[in-house]
C-alpha cells in the first residue's frame, strides 16, 4: 500500500481546510442572513458562536482525524474497535455527498453567470425586470442548469483526481489568494459607489432589537454550515496533517480565515446594494438577482470596468465554491480508497457520477419536476433542510461526544497539544467547551429546528 499523502505545509492545511470552509455560505448566504437580522449585532453572535461553540467542534473532528490518520468510518473503527461508531461514522460519508449533490447545482448557476459576465452580458441599461428576471426563467430552463451542474462537478472530479498533493493542496493554495484579491477589488469598487456609506453604516450599526430567539439559532446554524462541521471533511483533511502540525492553530486560522471571508464578502456586497437602494435583507436571489442588476446600472457607460467588476464578483464565487466542494467529494473518496481498496480514479469517478444523478434532479426541481414536492418542499430544498437543519448537526454531536466523553483525556491531550509540546495552558479550556458548550449548541440548533 502507498503511504497516506500529507499536506506540505502549514499554508496549505491552513489554505485547504480554509478553502473547504469559504464557500457559498460565506459569499451567497451569510450576507443575506446578515441583512434579516440587523447587521452588525448579528455579526457580533456570529463571531461568538463560532468561536466558542463551531470551533470546539471542529477541534474534535481534528483529533479524530489526524489520531487515526484515516476517513470517517475507519477512525471510528479504529479508535472505538469494535463498537457501533463505526456506523456513526458511516452517516458522516453519506451527508457530504447529498450537500454536494445540491451545492454542485449553486455551482452550477456560478459557471452560468460567469460566462454571462464574460460576454459582457451585465453591462448596458437592461431594465431590472429583465436581469432579475433571467434568473427564474434560467434555473427553472431544463438543459442550461444541467449543462452547467456537469461542468462544475467535472472540475471539482479533475482537481480531486489529482490527490492531496497535487490536487486539493495545489488548487487551494492558488484559489484562496486569488479570491481574497478578487473580492477586496470588489469592495474598493463597492465603496466608491455614491450612496454606499449607508451600507456601510448597516453593517456597522448594531440593531439588537432584531436579536430574537431566532436570529441566534440562525447564527449558530450558518455557523455550522460555513466552518463545515459535522460531515467529516474536517476529520478527512486533519487525517493528511502531518503529526507535528498545530492542530489548534490550523482550526484557529480556518475560523478566522472563514470569518473574515464573509465580512469582506459583506463589505463587498451590502455598500453595493445601498448604493443602488436595494433593500438589504431580500433572501437568497440576492447574489445571483440583485447583484447582476446593480453592476448592469452602475457602469452604464463604463463596460470595461462593469464586467471587469462582474467576471471577479462570478469568478470568486466559482472558486469558493470549488474549494468547498472538494472537501466533500474527498471525504467519500477517502473512504472508497482506505476501506474498499479502490483507486483513486475509479473512486472519483463513481462518486462524481452519482453526486451528478442526484444533483440532476435537484437541478431539474426548480424547473420539470417542480411539482414533486413532499412537505411543501421541492427536492432541492428537503435535501437542504434535511442535511443543514438535521444530518449536519447530528454529525457534530457525534464528533464531539466521541471526543468529549469517549476518547480518554490524555488521548485528547496528547493530539492536541502535540504530546505537551504546544497549547498546553489553553487546553483546558478548549477541552472543556468541546465537553459541555459545543452539544448544548448542537442541542439548541435541533430545538429551533423543531419549533421556531
Ligand atoms: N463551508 C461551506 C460553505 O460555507 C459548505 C460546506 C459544508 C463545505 C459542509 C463542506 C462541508 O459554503
New binding site residues.
Given amino acids: 500500500m502507498k503511504p497516506r499523502e500529507h499536506f506540505g505545509s502549514r499554508f496549505a492545511v491552513i489554505a485547504a481546510m480554509a478553502g473547504?470552509?469559504?464557500?457559498?455560505?460565506?459569499i451567497w448566504?451569510f450576507p443575506y442572513v446578515l441583512g434579516e437580522y440587523g447587521g452588525a449585532a448579528f455579526i457580533l453572535v456570529y463571531t461568538v458562536a463560532s468561536l466558542l461553540v463551531a470551533l470546539p467542534i471542529f477541534f474534535a473532528e481534528a483529533v479524530i482525524g489526524r489520531r487515526s490518520g484515516s476517513d470517517t468510518f475507519g477512525a471510528m473503527n479504529k479508535l472505538a474497535p469494535g463498537t457501533a461508531w463505526k456506523w456513526a461514522g458511516l452517516i458522516t460519508i453519506l451527508s457530504?455527498l447529498l450537500?454536494l449533490s445540491y451545492?454542485s447545482v449553486v455551482g452550477g448557476w456560478s459557471v452560468q453567470y460567469l460566462f454571462k459576465a464574460l460576454s459582457f452580458d451585465f453591462t448596458g441599461g437592461a431594465a431590472e425586470a429583465e436581469v432579475t428576471g433571467y434568473f427564474g426563467q434560467f434555473i427553472s430552463s431544463t438543459w442550461q442548469p444541467i449543462l452547467s451542474h456537469t461542468l462544475f462537478i467535472a472540475m471539482v472530479a479533475g482537481i480531486v483526481l489529482g490527490g492531496i498533493k497535487n490536487g486539493i493542496e495545489r488548487f487551494s493554495k492558488v484559489a484562496m489568494p486569488v479570491l481574497l484579491l478578487l473580492i477586496l477589488f470588489i469592495v474598493v469598487y463597492s465603496l466608491t459607489l455614491p450612496g454606499s456609506m449607508a451600507g456601510v453604516k448597516y453593517l456597522l450599526k448594531p440593531d439588537f432589537s432584531r436579536l430574537n430567539a431566532d436570529a441566534y439559532a440562525a447564527a449558530l446554524g450558518q455557523a455550522f454550515?460555513?466552518?463545515?462541521?459535522g460531515?467529516g471533511?474536517v476529520l478527512t483533511y486533519s487525517s493528511y496533517v502531518k503529526k507535528e502540525e498545530n492542530l489548534v492553530v490550523s482550526g484557529v486560522g480556518t475560523a478566522i480565515s472563514?470569518l473574515v471571508f464573509a465580512l469582506v464578502a459583506a463589505f463587498a456586497i451590502m455598500p453595493a446594494v445601498f448604493a443602488a437602494g436595494f433593500e438589504p435583507g431580500s433572501g437568497p436571489g440576492l447574489v445571483f438577482q440583485t447583484l447582476p442588476y446593480i453592476f448592469n446600472k452602475m457602469s452604464q457607460g463604463m463596460p470595461i470596468l462593469s464586467t471587469l467588476v462582474s467576471v471577479s464578483f462570478f469568478l470568486s464565487i466559482l472558486a469558493?465554491?470549488l474549494t468547498?466542494?472538494i472537501?466533500?467529494l474527498e471525504v467519500g473518496v477517502a473512504y472508497l480508497v482506505d476501506q474498499k481498496g479502490m483507486n483513486r480514479r475509479r473512486a472519483t469517478w463513481l462518486l462524481s457520477l452519482g453526486v451528478w444523478l442526484l444533483g440532476l434532479l435537484c437541478s431539474l426541481s426548480f424547473g420539470p419536476l417542480a411539482d414533486v414536492k413532499l412537505l411543501g418542499r421541492n427536492i432541492f430544498d428537503l435535501l437542504d433542510g434535511l442535511c443543514s437543519n438535521w444530518l449536519?448537526p447530528l454529525g457534530g454531536l457525534i464528533f464531539t461526544l466521541f471526543v468529549g466523553w469517549w476518547m480518554s483525556k490524555p488521548d485528547v491531550r496528547d493530539e492536541l497539544t502535540n504530546g505537551g509540546t504546544c497549547n498546553v495552558r489553553i487546553f483546558n479550556a478548549v477541552y472543556f467547551l468541546m465537553r459541555y458548550l459545543a452539544p448544548i449548541g448542537i442541542l439548541v440548533v435541533f430545538l429551533s429546528n423543531l419549533f421556531l
Avoid at 20 to 26: I, R
Avoid at 225 to 229: D, E, G
Wanted: no cysteine.
Fill in positions: 473547504s470552509a469559504v464557500g457559498l455560505g460565506n448566504r457530504p450537500i451545492y454550515f460555513s466552518l463545515s462541521l460531515v471533511t472563514d469558493a465554491a468547498s466542494a472537501s466533500m449536519l
